[in-house]
């Protein structure tokens, strides 16, 4: 079984861990027991990578949903999703809100969940809390509700919001080369389509009814986790549920905090997530591109001694030479500049990628100078 963590129990451990010296984490990878707002503020500042949310939609429901075969439509009439006013959900969506934004570190980014019900005015909050949005997604469902009384169209999609802490926050992450290349290597689309959660993913009780009536499909949450985290990263779900989040986050390898105050639903979410097994390093290694990667300069190669000053570099077919200088820049003639404005100029041409352009004598043969910037790139990681 998954970690329970009374509230209680969470506020001494995190006051233990802010001792100096101090720092066990005990909270990482639980369900956390509790209201959401005061177990938020309860957890460190800083201390989560991703928020994924699915707050009560606020349906505003008028009474029971029958179809037309006068059977009743299990909807969500849970206490839970009710409230008072829109004010009243707007004052609680601002302190959830406000207590994520404390606890998200600032190289991280939160989704948020819902429907036409309240995801607008969730968004209107994210952007007076100055969050910045970088998305909305909209999951199409391939097997919506019908639409039972036949007076609006069928609702088939819900919407995501994606967002940074702030318009300044540039340390996000978004995993942008694996998504391309698992959509058949075309740009990922901000619409999803998926089914809703059912079959043997559906989780029952003992009574054959649904243990929770907003269940997220694993699909979904886990489009979400690879896109936007990485591995060893915290994944926080403050309004766990039946655990979704947390079972996903686990066969992904990431770590999970789920915060849940309904004791049925953290009882099957535990069991849930004892039952994963997580994915090993080889599945798990997130496929990365040449704009995450570490730049390194040419003069980088200089310094280290790869490359020497005086040194010579010509083309792959040595119709052109340049001269290596101590500074880092190269010359050719009366020109000089970076390796790739000199690249340019040699060849006549506006631009030139100087890397792949420029080589260097290995033996009897030619390497391309990028080979060396390579050579570096691998000290980088082993160093980190």
Wanted: charged letters at 25%.
């Amino acid at each position: 079984m998954a970690s329970v963590f009374p509230l209680a129990d969470l506020k001494a451990s995190v006051k233990a861990d802010s001792r100096p010296g101090s720092r066990s984490d005990s909270w990482v990878d639980t369900i956390i027991k509790g209201d959401c707002v005061s177990a938020l503020e309860a957890l460190p500042t800083h201390s989560v990578d991703v928020i994924f949310a699915d707050p009560p939609y606020n349906l505003q429901l008028g009474g029971t949903l029958h179809r037309p075969d006068q059977s009743l439509v299990d909807a969500v009439d849970d206490e839970w999703d009710q409230f008072a006013s829109f004010e009243a959900y707007d004052a609680f969506t601002r302190a959830w809100l406000l207590a994520c934004r404390r606890v998200l570190k600032p190289t991280g980014s939160i989704w948020v969940i819902g429907s036409y019900h309240n995801i607008f005015r969730v968004g209107a909050t994210l952007q007076d809390l100055n969050f910045w949005i970088l998305n909305d997604i909209i999951w199409r469902k391939t097997n919506p509700m019908p639409n039972f009384k036949g007076r609006r169209f069928q609702n088939a999609h819900e919407t995501m919001i994606w967002a940074s802490p702030s318009a300044k926050a540039k340390g996000y992450t978004f995993n942008y080369d694996a998504m391309k290349a698992a959509n058949d290597d075309v740009q990922m689309r901000s619409d999803w389509l998926f089914p809703i959660c059912n079959g043997n993913e559906r989780l029952k009780g003992e009574d054959g009814k649904k243990v929770h009536p907003t269940q997220k499909p694993e699909a979904l949450l886990a489009r979400v986790i690879m896109a936007s985290t990485k591995p060893g990263d915290i994944v926080l779900d403050p309004f766990f549920g039946s655990g979704t989040t947390g079972a996903v986050a686990k066969r992904l390898g990431r770590h999970f905090v789920g915060i849940e105050r309904e004791q049925d639903y953290i009882d099957a979410a535990a069991a849930r997530i004892a039952a994963v097994e997580p994915l090993g390093k080889a599945e798990l290694t997130v496929m990365t591109g040449k704009k995450a990667e570490v730049r390194v300069a040419f003069n980088v190669l200089v310094e280290s001694g790869l490359i020497k000053p005086g040194q010579v570099l010509t083309d792959a077919k040595r119709r052109y030479s340049a001269i290596v200088r101590a500074d880092g820049t190269v010359a050719s003639g009366g020109d000089a500049g970076s390796i790739h404005r000199l690249g340019a100029k040699v060849q006549g041409l506006d631009a030139c990628n100087g890397w792949t352009f420029w080589h260097f004598e290995d033996g009897q043969s030619l390497r391309p100078i990028d080979d060396l910037r390579s050579v570096i790139r691998s000290d980088l990681a082993k160093v980190e």
